[in-house]
């Protein structure tokens, strides 16, 4: 039987808050209930948001939770020629265009998918002639092909989910106007790189694995087993969020020990019946998928 391998690929763009905790323990609970390999990952592919400050207090925060891993993985900010590798591979196979729409353009022109807000590229720049590119005067991004293809996959929490790529996102961003390598092709070819076999992550990302799906056979890497896991949201039934520092490291590090936060994470991820205080271990020797919500769980920043 092939070796788990799972990671923890947060984005140290602020101090981690409760949320992120959660995807953090299931997925090293996972891990480790498996006898597995945890590879920690830093996404700090966006140099406005990601500071190494952060990157350092990160990890300073999961290891004061007890939250270890096995192999750290290069930043992403210094993977730029794997990246470029990749990407040079899909440009070889003619799937690659350059796209010179404005956000207000795409707003404007394409209402936002149902399920995610998000906006689906309607192909506009990917029939203009070398003429007409080279009228442009703005820097383009750089966005891949698309098939008329439907691709689905079997979460290991929220069963099976589907999109039709042309329908539900249209051609997707792989390389932004300032050269930063776009999250769906850094995210596929870092995980091949580690090895990784799991991805624990939250519901969020749901809708972004097709995609992934698709460059992953595009590129010839292995397909990880995707587990999404549920969000927690605030009574008014937003995201718990960095932005808004809901219940974040620097708050519950004054207020509880790390077996007191685990233990109410733990019991949020239905893993204990009652929030009592447990270590890291403990909860992964009772770790089970059944266990764990596949529905958003609801969490009062006043009570924790």
Sequence with gaps: ????????????SGRMHLGNLFSALLAWCSVRSQNGTMVLRLEDLDPA????????????????????????????SLRTDAYRQEFQKLENAGLVYTCYCTRNELHAASAPHASDGNVRYPGTCRTLTAQERAEKKKAPCWRVCVPDEVISFADGLQGMYAEKLQDDCGDFIIRRADGVYAYQLAVVTDDAAAGVTQVVRGCDLLSSTPRQIWLQRKLGFDTPQYYHVPLLLAPDGRRLSKREHDLDMEALRQRYSPEEILGKLGCLAGLNP???????????????WEKVPKRSVMVDPACF
């Design 274 to 288: 009652e929030a009592l205080p447990m270590c890291a271990a403990e909860l992964s020797a009772c770790f089970s």
């Design 1 to 12: 039987m092939k070796q788990i391998v799972g990671r923890f690929a947060p984005s140290p």
């Design 49 to 76: 948001r990601c500071r190494p400050e952060y990157c350092e207090q990160l990890k300073e925060d999961l290891l004061w939770l007890g939250l270890s891993w096995d192999t750290e993985q290069t930043k992403q």
